[in-house]
Protein backbone atom coordinates (compact mmCIF):
# COMPACT_ATOMS: atom_id res chain seq x y z
CA UNK A 1 0.00 0.00 0.00
CA UNK A 2 2.85 2.48 -0.09
CA UNK A 3 4.08 2.19 3.16
CA UNK A 4 7.42 2.17 4.22
CA UNK A 5 9.14 -0.42 6.56
CA UNK A 6 12.68 0.70 8.25
CA UNK A 7 14.34 -2.53 9.34
CA UNK A 8 17.06 -2.41 12.14
CA UNK A 9 20.38 -3.43 11.50
CA UNK A 10 21.13 -5.41 15.16
CA UNK A 11 18.32 -7.34 17.16
CA UNK A 12 15.63 -9.81 16.57
CA UNK A 13 12.98 -8.48 13.55
CA UNK A 14 10.00 -10.85 12.57
CA UNK A 15 8.64 -10.52 9.43
CA UNK A 16 5.50 -11.45 9.09
CA UNK A 17 5.02 -15.51 9.20
CA UNK A 18 8.06 -16.32 11.09
CA UNK A 19 11.36 -14.50 9.78
CA UNK A 20 13.64 -13.30 12.49
CA UNK A 21 16.46 -11.30 11.53
CA UNK A 22 20.01 -12.63 12.89
CA UNK A 23 22.71 -10.64 11.92
CA UNK A 24 23.82 -8.61 8.74
CA UNK A 25 27.48 -8.36 7.40
CA UNK A 26 28.59 -5.24 5.14
CA UNK A 27 32.07 -5.82 3.57
CA UNK A 28 33.65 -3.40 1.76
CA UNK A 29 36.18 -4.80 -0.37
CA UNK A 30 36.98 -7.80 2.45
CA UNK A 31 38.13 -11.44 1.59
CA UNK A 32 35.07 -13.02 2.90
CA UNK A 33 32.08 -12.61 4.84
CA UNK A 34 31.62 -14.56 8.06
CA UNK A 35 28.17 -15.69 10.47
CA UNK A 36 30.05 -16.84 13.38
CA UNK A 37 26.90 -16.93 15.72
CA UNK A 38 23.46 -17.21 15.47
CA UNK A 39 23.28 -20.63 13.81
CA UNK A 40 21.27 -22.50 16.81
CA UNK A 41 18.90 -25.14 17.18
CA UNK A 42 16.18 -22.21 17.65
CA UNK A 43 15.45 -22.55 13.47
CA UNK A 44 15.25 -25.39 11.43
CA UNK A 45 15.76 -23.26 8.46
CA UNK A 46 18.29 -20.11 7.61
CA UNK A 47 18.12 -17.36 4.73
CA UNK A 48 21.12 -15.39 3.36
CA UNK A 49 19.49 -12.57 1.30
CA UNK A 50 22.72 -11.03 -0.78
CA UNK A 51 22.21 -7.14 -2.18
CA UNK A 52 24.66 -4.95 -4.60
CA UNK A 53 27.32 -8.27 -3.76
CA UNK A 54 30.30 -6.66 -6.04
CA UNK A 55 33.82 -8.21 -6.72
CA UNK A 56 37.21 -6.83 -7.12
CA UNK A 57 37.90 -9.20 -9.49
CA UNK A 58 36.68 -10.17 -12.91
CA UNK A 59 35.03 -13.27 -13.65
CA UNK A 60 34.84 -15.07 -10.12
CA UNK A 61 32.83 -17.51 -8.68
CA UNK A 62 31.07 -16.75 -4.92
CA UNK A 63 31.76 -19.65 -2.59
CA UNK A 64 30.02 -20.66 0.35
CA UNK A 65 31.87 -22.80 3.17
CA UNK A 66 30.90 -24.01 6.66
CA UNK A 67 32.48 -24.48 9.76
CA UNK A 68 32.01 -26.87 12.42
CA UNK A 69 34.06 -25.37 15.32
CA UNK A 70 33.06 -21.57 15.47
CA UNK A 71 34.92 -20.22 12.37
CA UNK A 72 38.22 -20.96 13.98
CA UNK A 73 38.68 -23.29 10.41
CA UNK A 74 35.87 -23.65 7.87
CA UNK A 75 36.10 -27.22 5.89
CA UNK A 76 37.98 -27.24 2.75
CA UNK A 77 38.10 -30.52 1.71
CA UNK A 78 35.80 -32.43 -1.04
CA UNK A 79 33.04 -32.83 1.46
CA UNK A 80 30.57 -30.54 -1.15
CA UNK A 81 28.42 -31.44 -3.51
CA UNK A 82 27.52 -28.86 -6.15
CA UNK A 83 24.14 -28.43 -8.39
CA UNK A 84 26.07 -30.65 -11.10
CA UNK A 85 26.35 -33.75 -8.10
CA UNK A 86 30.24 -33.49 -8.32
CA UNK A 87 32.46 -33.56 -5.37
CA UNK A 88 34.03 -29.71 -4.14
CA UNK A 89 35.75 -28.29 -1.80
CA UNK A 90 33.15 -25.30 -1.68
CA UNK A 91 29.59 -24.69 -2.49
CA UNK A 92 29.61 -22.06 -5.43
CA UNK A 93 26.98 -20.00 -5.62
CA UNK A 94 27.98 -18.47 -9.34
CA UNK A 95 29.19 -20.73 -11.49
CA UNK A 96 31.76 -20.76 -14.16
CA UNK A 97 31.22 -19.32 -17.50
CA UNK A 98 28.86 -17.08 -16.19
CA UNK A 99 31.18 -15.93 -13.08
CA UNK A 100 30.55 -12.69 -11.67
CA UNK A 101 32.32 -9.35 -13.23
CA UNK A 102 33.42 -6.43 -11.94
CA UNK A 103 33.09 -4.08 -14.64
CA UNK A 104 30.65 -0.71 -13.80
CA UNK A 105 26.89 -1.89 -12.79
CA UNK A 106 27.78 -6.03 -12.45
CA UNK A 107 26.75 -6.63 -9.16
CA UNK A 108 24.87 -9.90 -7.58
CA UNK A 109 21.90 -9.95 -5.46
CA UNK A 110 20.74 -13.51 -4.12
CA UNK A 111 18.73 -15.58 -1.38
CA UNK A 112 19.96 -18.89 -0.44
CA UNK A 113 18.09 -21.15 2.15
CA UNK A 114 19.98 -23.64 4.26
CA UNK A 115 18.79 -26.57 6.24
CA UNK A 116 20.11 -29.07 8.32
CA UNK A 117 22.96 -27.47 10.13
CA UNK A 118 22.05 -27.65 13.25
CA UNK A 119 21.26 -31.43 13.49
CA UNK A 120 23.20 -34.60 13.39
CA UNK A 121 19.99 -36.46 11.43
CA UNK A 122 20.50 -34.91 8.06
CA UNK A 123 23.77 -33.28 5.78
CA UNK A 124 23.37 -29.25 5.47
CA UNK A 125 21.37 -28.48 2.31
CA UNK A 126 21.80 -24.99 0.29
CA UNK A 127 19.06 -24.21 -2.10
CA UNK A 128 18.42 -20.37 -3.64
CA UNK A 129 18.53 -18.61 -6.67
CA UNK A 130 20.51 -15.27 -7.87
CA UNK A 131 20.70 -12.75 -10.62
CA UNK A 132 23.60 -11.37 -11.37
CA UNK A 133 25.91 -9.42 -14.38
CA UNK A 134 28.72 -11.91 -16.10
CA UNK A 135 31.25 -10.98 -17.10
CA UNK A 136 30.81 -8.87 -20.26
CA UNK A 137 28.21 -6.51 -19.45
CA UNK A 138 24.61 -8.60 -19.68
CA UNK A 139 21.99 -9.86 -16.73
CA UNK A 140 21.78 -13.71 -15.96
CA UNK A 141 20.88 -15.81 -13.51
CA UNK A 142 20.66 -19.52 -11.56
CA UNK A 143 18.95 -21.91 -9.20
CA UNK A 144 21.15 -24.38 -7.00
CA UNK A 145 20.69 -27.07 -4.91
CA UNK A 146 23.93 -28.20 -3.59
CA UNK A 147 24.98 -29.65 -0.06
CA UNK A 148 27.57 -30.17 2.92
CA UNK A 149 28.18 -34.03 2.98
CA UNK A 150 28.34 -34.55 6.53
CA UNK A 151 26.08 -35.33 9.42
CA UNK A 152 28.22 -32.68 11.84
CA UNK A 153 26.61 -29.36 13.46
CA UNK A 154 27.21 -26.83 11.61
CA UNK A 155 27.68 -23.75 13.55
CA UNK A 156 29.74 -20.56 11.31
CA UNK A 157 29.30 -20.06 7.24
CA UNK A 158 31.57 -18.32 5.42
CA UNK A 159 30.85 -16.33 1.76
CA UNK A 160 34.17 -15.55 0.07
CA UNK A 161 34.99 -14.77 -3.89
CA UNK A 162 37.17 -17.22 -5.68
CA UNK A 163 39.71 -14.50 -6.11
CA UNK A 164 39.79 -10.72 -4.39
CA UNK A 165 37.69 -9.40 -2.61
CA UNK A 166 33.99 -8.33 -2.11
CA UNK A 167 31.91 -5.46 -1.49
CA UNK A 168 28.16 -5.82 -0.65
CA UNK A 169 25.78 -6.96 2.34
CA UNK A 170 24.22 -10.09 3.48
CA UNK A 171 21.72 -10.35 5.91
CA UNK A 172 21.17 -13.84 8.22
CA UNK A 173 17.54 -14.43 8.84
CA UNK A 174 16.10 -17.42 10.88
CA UNK A 175 12.75 -18.79 10.17
CA UNK A 176 10.92 -19.14 13.07
CA UNK A 177 10.42 -23.13 14.25
CA UNK A 178 6.77 -22.49 15.61
Known amino acids: DGAT ?15 SFISSVTSSTA ?7 GITTAYDVYVFV ?9 GVEINMQVSTDG ?17 AA ?6 SPAALGNA ?5 MGIFYMGGATTTNTFT ?21 MGYLAT ?23 INNT
Open 5 to 19: ITVPTSGTFTLGSGW
Open 31 to 37: SEAVFTS
Open 50 to 58: MSDLRASND
Open 71 to 87: GSAYISTSTYSTNEGSA
Open 90 to 95: AMVITT
Open 104 to 108: TGEAM
Open 125 to 145: YVTGSSGFSPTGGTAGGQQTG
Open 152 to 174: TVVNAIRFYPSAGTITGTIRMYG
